[in-house]
């Protein structure tokens, strides 16, 4: 976590030539964060390195949530050729740790998160490419491309694409939101250490697609422990607000099992590819929210071929299962 080696001179030249560097935090990308400290003030340094990354999306996105009245953060500075953001600073107190610490604030503070995501549904998506079939499906796809090889399992991929394709094809029909794609408590800030504003982070790849799945990305989150109760509690609040029915609850479990077939695969690839094995670690957890959304009547396809090719004792951390 050293800053970059272009980081003083970005700094002095956006007026911050006084400010002392600290280590933030990484993240499953290339991304870096640190926090930039002067007297008085202090901001977030985004390190987006090119090629790897690109910032112009991220900058995009934080201009178009804050136009209409959500909480990303201010643009104070960037240099795209080396990938550098100065960035508001939020602050610490992020929901994850707000909530393990104060357990009686998890409801108002998940109540808050919904209730964010139902304004941003009010809105027309912002211009970004779509969450489409294609795109589902190349997600979908890297669980048989990266999880089933790590365990020792061999599994006819065209039959699990014909599954998702059979789900997919009953999925309905809704006007297009934003979708930030990474909702969840360790992306959402409490600025001031109030839920009535929560800032935004990590929104760099939103999509325009349906309002279901970032109510999954908030209510089956891969790294911390959602209880059912809570997750039922949460969506009920989303479908008195916003008069959901049956139809979005069925998107809403296609998505949740989407989702965490992608992040079970993404996770897999981060221990082999990347050699973050924390990440396999979280894939238990991940299972058991898949395993709960396969039990929905829209999932019937693929729970069979689940059924049919991942054997029980085959689910869970794949760095455990790879040497088992």
């Given at each position: 976590?050293?800053?970059?080696?272009?980081?003083?001179?970005?700094?002095?030249?956006?007026?911050?030539?006084?400010?002392?560097?600290?280590?933030?935090?990484?993240?499953?990308?290339?991304?870096r964060y640190f926090r930039v400290v002067a007297p008085g003030r202090?901001?977030?340094l985004m390190d987006a390195p090119p090629p790897q990354e690109d910032?112009?999306?991220?900058?995009?996105?934080?201009?178009?949530?804050?136009?209409?009245?959500?909480?990303?953060?201010?643009?104070?500075?960037?240099?795209?050729?080396?990938?550098?953001?100065?960035?508001?600073?939020?602050?610490?107190?992020?929901?994850?740790?707000?909530?393990?610490?104060?357990?009686?604030?998890?409801?108002?503070?998940?109540?808050?998160?919904?209730?964010?995501?139902?304004?941003?549904?009010?809105?027309?998506?912002?211009?970004?490419?779509?969450?489409?079939?294609?795109?589902?499906?190349?997600?979908?796809?890297?669980?048989?491309?990266?999880?089933?090889?790590?365990?020792?399992?061999?599994?006819?991929?065209?039959?699990?694409?014909?599954?998702?394709?059979?789900?997919?094809?009953?999925?309905?029909?809704?006007?297009?939101?934003?979708?930030?794609?990474?909702?969840?408590?360790?992306?959402?800030?409490?600025?001031?250490?109030?839920?009535?504003?929560?800032?935004?982070?990590?929104?760099?790849?939103?999509?325009?697609?349906?309002?279901?799945?970032?109510?999954?990305?908030?209510?089956?989150?891969?790294?911390?422990?959602?209880?059912?109760?809570?997750?039922?509690?949460?969506?009920?609040?989303?479908?008195?607000?916003?008069?959901?029915?049956?139809?979005?609850?069925?998107?809403?479990?296609?998505?949740?099992?989407?989702?965490?077939?992608?992040?079970?695969?993404?996770?897999?690839?981060?221990?082999?590819?990347?050699?973050?094995?924390?990440?396999?670690?979280?894939?238990?957890?991940?299972?058991?929210?898949?395993?709960?959304?396969?039990?929905?009547?829209?999932l019937v396809p693929v729970k069979t071929w689940f059924d049919a090719?991942?054997?029980?004792?085959?689910?869970?951390?794949?760095?455990?299962?790879?040497?088992?």
């Open positions: 976590m050293n800053p970059p080696a272009e980081a003083s001179d970005f700094l002095a030249r956006s007026g911050w030539g006084d400010a002392a560097i600290q280590p933030l935090a990484g993240d499953a990308s290339f991304r202090s901001a977030v910032p112009r999306p991220f900058i995009a996105i934080a201009e178009w949530l804050s136009l209409r009245g959500f909480a990303a953060p201010q643009i104070l500075a960037r240099d795209l050729d080396h990938g550098l953001v100065l960035l508001q600073d939020f602050g610490d107190a992020r929901m994850r740790e707000t909530v393990d610490a104060a357990p009686e604030s998890e409801l108002r503070l998940y109540e808050a998160a919904v209730d964010l995501l139902v304004r941003l549904a009010e809105h027309e998506a912002a211009p970004v490419r779509p969450y489409d079939r294609q795109e589902y499906q190349r997600e979908a796809g890297l669980f048989t491309e990266w999880y089933c090889p790590a365990v020792g399992l061999t599994v006819d991929g065209t039959s699990y694409r014909a599954a998702w394709d059979a789900v997919l094809d009953r999925l309905p029909a809704t006007p297009a939101v934003t979708v930030l794609r990474d909702y969840h408590a360790e992306n959402i800030m409490l600025i001031g250490g109030q839920a009535e504003t929560l800032g935004l982070l990590d929104f760099q790849d939103a999509l325009a697609g349906h309002p279901a799945y970032d109510l999954v990305s908030l209510l089956q989150d891969a790294r911390r422990d959602v209880p059912a109760e809570l997750e039922a509690a949460v969506l009920g609040r989303y479908s008195r607000r916003t008069g959901a029915g049956d139809d979005f609850l069925n998107a809403y479990h296609v998505l949740g099992a989407q989702r965490n077939a992608k992040i079970i695969g993404i996770f897999t690839r981060l221990w082999k590819r990347d050699s973050k094995p924390r990440y396999a670690a979280l894939c238990p957890r991940v299972w058991r929210y898949l395993e709960r959304d396969l039990a929905h009547p829209a090719n991942i054997p029980a004792d085959r689910r869970g951390d794949p760095l455990i299962l790879a040497n088992g």
